[in-house]
């Protein structure tokens, strides 16, 4: 067997089944992963996909077991690879981040500035998307770290540690009735239209806890992944927006007045997910303690060792 057998199992697993999207991620032709699939197979005398007709429609148990050797071996060989490079080019590479938009647009703007300042020869790609997917981008090796609030720590393969605190706040426009409120209620805020988080988003679960909890039914009339669509919509009059509070710049945001709404909603945790049994670069090691300084190299290792 060799590795572009290996490669070829986990992209046919990782897309679905469909070996013509496989081939693509793999930059070959859809005959080609047949081909290594089913030499793979007779090699290990078992059936590794169900079938239908010629349709891959799932794992054996056999698949199963075999699948998850795959990975270990393809995770593997990538930690050579990470280790050669560590050691012949230590300032250089592609450090690959999966992040939402609040964590790009707010929080990681002077980390990223001062990352290239330090390491000029890395290459930096940035992903967005919700939580759930930047955790697969790091499960399936697409990304090397992953920085957001929700859904992080749900995921065994990750390690995801807690990098920040904070807090939402409520953004109205000058004027409106609860312009002047220092300690807003809930019950005050469900008589307006709301405009807030979707809810796979930025401690968006918190929100909708508050109200049920309080036995309220909020109007949430909009919702949006990204605080500055929240900002712009609620400008415009259609509602009262809830949003990170580090989202809410005075300087920018001149047309909005701000509220503390820390009393109202849980405290949410911003977290920094790896993946377990992946050896990281250095230059990876760096940024992380960049964003969140008492997550150093050792305290990471530590933590993907098990130790506390």
């Known amino acids: ?38 030499e793979l197979e007779d090699e290990l005398g078992v059936i590794i996909f169900q079938r239908h007709g010629k349709r891959l429609v799932g794992l054996t148990e056999p698949g199963k077991a075999v699948l998850a050797i795959a990975n270990r071996v393809l995770a593997d060989a990538e930690n050579l690879r990470n280790v050669g490079r ?27 500035s ?41 995921y065994p393969g990750l390690l995801a540690l807690p990098a920040y605190t904070w807090s939402h706040c409520v953004v109205i426009p000058p004027g409106h009735p609860l312009d002047g409120t220092e300690r807003p209620t809930l019950e005050a805020l469900a ?35 990204d605080a500055d669509v929240i900002k712009t919509y609620v400008e415009l009059g259609l509602g009262i927006g809830i949003i990170a509070s580090v989202a809410f710049d005075a300087l920018r945001d001149r047309n909005l007045r701000w509220l503390d709404a820390g009393h109202l909603f849980r405290e ?31 305290a990471i290792e530590k933590a993907l060792q098990g130790e506390q």
């Open 191 to 225: 008589k307006y239209p709301i405009i807030t988080y979707n809810p796979a988003f930025s401690g968006r679960t918190h929100i909708d806890e508050a109200f049920t909890v309080h036995g309220l039914v909020p109007d949430i009339v909009l919702t949006a992944i």
């Open 86 to 112: 560590e050691f012949s080019a230590a300032d250089a590479g592609t450090l690959t981040l999966a992040t939402t938009h609040t964590q790009a647009r707010y929080a990681l703007p002077h980390v990223v």
């Open 268 to 298: 949410n945790t911003a977290r920094v997910a790896v993946r377990r049994g992946r050896n990281l670069r250095g230059f990876a090691f760096a940024f992380v303690e960049l964003f969140a300084p008492h997550l150093s190299r050792v």
């Open 1 to 38: 067997m060799n590795f572009q057998q290996l490669r070829a199992l986990r992209e046919a697993v990782r897309h679905n089944f469909n070996l013509t999207i496989a081939a693509e991620a793999l930059f070959t032709s859809q005959p080609s992963v047949s081909k290594q699939i089913k």
């Open 114 to 154: 001062e990352f290239k300042r330090r390491f000029p020869k890395v290459r930096l790609v940035m992903h967005q998307g919700n939580p759930p997917q930047l955790a697969e981008m790091v499960l399936a090796g697409d990304a090397d770290v992953a920085i957001a609030t929700e859904a992080l720590d749900h």
